[in-house]
């Protein structure tokens, strides 16, 4: 296809160029062919001028086989003489354009088309010492009636052209994607090309990084969600296939129970974490709305009231504002901030939630005197199922995946996260949503 298109984009120049040059020198052509035409007869003209002047009619009745049309004119214009028609048949000259320029100024011309328009007459005419009027005449070739004479050579010659045109249109069409066919894709910046195609090749480098690393994090993604779900899946499993094989004791029901609807809300959890994740890597579009922050927060505190009392710690509300965004969206990245502070917070410690509206933007800010997160971990706590401390978080219960969807959230709001923690000093997490 390429090629198709380079080669018809020669072709097409090169028959523009032809077909241009072809008009641009008819025009010269015309105004040569004219000049040297007239100065020719005006030559002509002058010798016919001062022989007749001498000799009269008698030498103009002598010699009536001339190249051009010989007309004699008095000065009322009346034709004395006409070395291709009877005299005294033809009408009145006066007004002829030629004529009155020469009773006028000494010497006159002009030059008249055929309705036809493939055939002109070039007049020369010259005042003689009498008054009278001496006019040459001759049929003036123009390039268009030359090129209607010689159309067949000509035809011939442009048919030639174009065949050559084309093979030439063929091989540079070819020569031109031929090193673009051997680019080895794999190792794109290898390749020693057109010198033009390295800022392309340097984003096929990148675009091909980025899907081989997005594959992998694919990979690993669904590697570890099938991890996830096997973990409560066989919890599950185990405790009921001791409950049916009647192994556990009646007094054990209620405990054996209770594990099963534990691992199965927890794989719920995960499942709705998943579908979350799913789409907002897809981008689906979502529902903007108008909402303060204070209310979704308070919604998110009276959802885990039971679960910071359970640990005692205080949920703590500093601040208001309001923003334009996904309620739902804003409702996950407050709930899972602050529920991470609560299961790793110490014991009669907080969750202050603030809301502050800067130059910036509208900050939102969760901090807690939990546990803390060591500096090495910093740069990956918002990467899918990572946890910092596995044990701890598999009997707190975590998904693994809170934090990548605050992360995935803020960035569908085209918010900046800033992170800092230290191990033993809590963990302060900062949003900024642009207003």
């Known amino acids: 296809m390429l090629t198709k298109k380079i080669f018809y984009a020669i072709l097409s120049v090169a028959i523009s160029v032809l077909l241009l040059s072809t008009f641009i020198l008819g025009g010269f052509l015309h105004q040569y062919l004219l000049d040297n035409q007239r100065n020719q007869l005006k030559a002509d003209l002058q010798v016919l001028a001062v022989t007749t002047e001498v000799e009269g009619l008698g030498f103009l009745e002598a010699f009536p086989d001339f190249d051009y049309r010989i007309t004699w004119i008095d000065s009322s214009g009346k034709v004395l003489f006409d070395s291709k028609k009877d005299a005294s048949s033809m009408e009145n000259h006066l007004e002829r354009k030629e004529v009155q320029q020469a009773l006028r100024d ?26 009278s009027v001496l006019r040459v005449s001759v049929v003036y070739d123009s390039p268009l009636r030359v090129l209607i004479q010689a159309i067949q050579p000509i035809l011939i010659s442009v048919f030639l052209l174009m065949i050559v045109s084309a093979l030439l249109a063929y ?87 209770g594990r099963i609807r534990k691992e199965a809300s927890r794989l719920l959890d995960l499942i709705n974490d998943i579908i979350r994740i799913s789409q907002l890597d897809e981008g689906f579009p979502l529902d903007m709305e108008v909402f303060a922050l204070e209310d979704v927060t308070r919604e998110v505190f009276l959802s885990l009231e039971g679960v910071a009392k359970a640990k005692n710690v205080d949920l703590q509300l500093i601040g208001s504002g309001t923003m334009t965004g996904v309620r739902r969206l804003v409702y996950e990245i407050i709930y899972n901030l602050c529920d991470n502070g609560i299961k790793y917070n110490v014991e009669n410690g907080y969750v202050c939630v603030s809301i502050t509206r800067e130059y910036n933007g509208l900050n939102l800010t969760i901090k807690d005197s939990g546990i803390g997160i060591a500096p090495e971990h910093h740069d990956r706590i918002f990467e899918r199922f990572y946890r910092v401390d596995k044990s701890h978080s598999r009997q707190s219960g975590g998904t693994g995946l809170g934090l990548s969807i605050v992360k995935h959230a803020v960035q569908y709001h085209h918010g900046i996260t800033f992170l800092k923690s230290d191990v033993g000093q809590g963990t302060e997490i900062s949003i900024v949503f642009p207003l």
Not at 109 to 126: D, K, M, N, P, V
Not at 206 to 233: D, G, I, M, W, Y
């Open 106 to 131: 000494g010497s006159g011309h002009s030059l008249r088309y055929s309705q036809t328009l493939t055939e002109s007459t070039l007049y020369e005419a010259r005042r003689l010492g009498d008054g």
């Open 171 to 257: 091989k540079l069409s070819s020569n031109i994607v031929e090193p673009l066919n051997k680019i080895d894709l794999e190792n794109p910046m290898e390749n020693t090309v057109y010198s033009e195609l390295t800022p392309l090749l340097q984003r096929i480098k990148v675009q091909r990084f980025e899907q081989k690393l997005l594959e992998r994090q694919r990979q690993e993604f669904s590697a570890n969600v099938s991890h996830e779900l096997k973990t409560p899946l066989q919890s599950i499993m185990g405790s009921a296939e001791l409950i049916e094989n009647g192994i556990v004791k009646p007094e054990d029901l209620q405990i054996f129970a």
